[in-house]
């Protein structure tokens, strides 16, 4: 299962992380940005692979491949999770989980 992309925890919670970097929650819309965050920390990077899926790619490399497709098909496609602590400019936190794609626009826009 992929990650979330909301805050799970804190201020916000249940709000919604968008691939622009904005938390949003029905027509409330905060900007994760330079401006608004104080300080963020990483707490948690996990790579996670979903089990039935990772048997279908190995299934399917090992007729086309044998043992090396098989090899293969199991130790591909990872997806990544990222668990961040956001400390906002306001005095409100929260912890939220993104995926890869929110997590790489996330460090352009706070570097």
């Given at each position: 299962m992929g990650a979330k992309n909301k805050v799970i925890a804190g201020d916000y919670i249940n709000y919604s992380v968008s691939n622009l970097v904005h938390l949003?929650?029905?027509?409330?819309?905060?900007?994760?940005?330079?401006?608004?965050?104080?300080?963020?920390?990483v707490l948690d990077e996990s790579r996670t692979k979903s089990a039935i899926s990772?048997?279908?790619?190995?299934?399917?490399?090992?007729?086309?491949?044998?043992?090396?497709?098989?090899l293969a098909g199991l130790s591909a496609k990872s997806k990544g999770t990222h668990i961040i602590s956001i400390k906002f400019k306001n005095g409100k936190n929260s912890l939220i989980e993104i995926d890869d794609f929110i997590y790489k626009e996330l460090i352009k826009k706070l570097y």
């Open positions: 949003f929650y029905w027509f409330k819309i905060i900007a994760i940005n330079k401006e608004t965050i104080q300080e963020y920390e990772a048997m279908g790619r190995g299934l399917l490399g090992s007729f086309a491949l044998g043992p090396v497709g098989l």
